[in-house]
Nanobody, 115 residues
Framework: QVQLVESGGGLVQAGGSLRLSCAAS????????MGWFRQAPGNERDFVAG??????SYADSVKGRFTVSRDGAKDTLYLQMNNLKPEDTAVYYC??????????WGQGTQVTVSS
């Protein structure tokens, strides 16, 4: 099992930037996918960005503005978010999938973008 703890959320004005972090602990050596999802009130939890090996992927709505990266030595996943828009407001969750497979989620971090 892998435990995930997100941080870095907050309130920012439109056009601003935030960097989210997701610290992983436990059986991280069995991880093959890590990613970010978000959920706005009344909406489903949607994919934002992810890493599978050396391959990154992004939702169309964040391409060119968000960058996902992973520091293997620190077992930490990052999401650099630039040019934030009010529609990016949501709770952001970190997800990890390990061989087995087993899926783990973090507790979420709130991102609020004011117009």
């Amino acid at each position: 099992q892998v435990q995930l703890v997100e941080s870095g959320g907050g309130l920012v004005q439109a056009g601003g930037s935030l960097r989210l972090s997701c610290a992983a602990s436990g059986r991280t050596f069995t991880t093959y996918f890590m990613g970010w999802f978000r959920q706005a009130p009344g909406n489903e939890r949607d994919f934002v960005a992810g890493i599978n090996g050396d391959t990154t992927s992004y939702a169309d709505s964040v391409k060119g503005r968000f960058t996902v990266s992973r520091d293997g030595a620190k077992d930490t996943l990052y999401l650099q978010m630039n040019n934030l828009k009010p529609e990016d407001t949501a709770v952001y969750y970190c997800k990890c999938v390990t061989y087995g497979p087993t899926t783990s989620w973090g507790q979420g971090t709130q991102v609020t973008v004011s117009s």
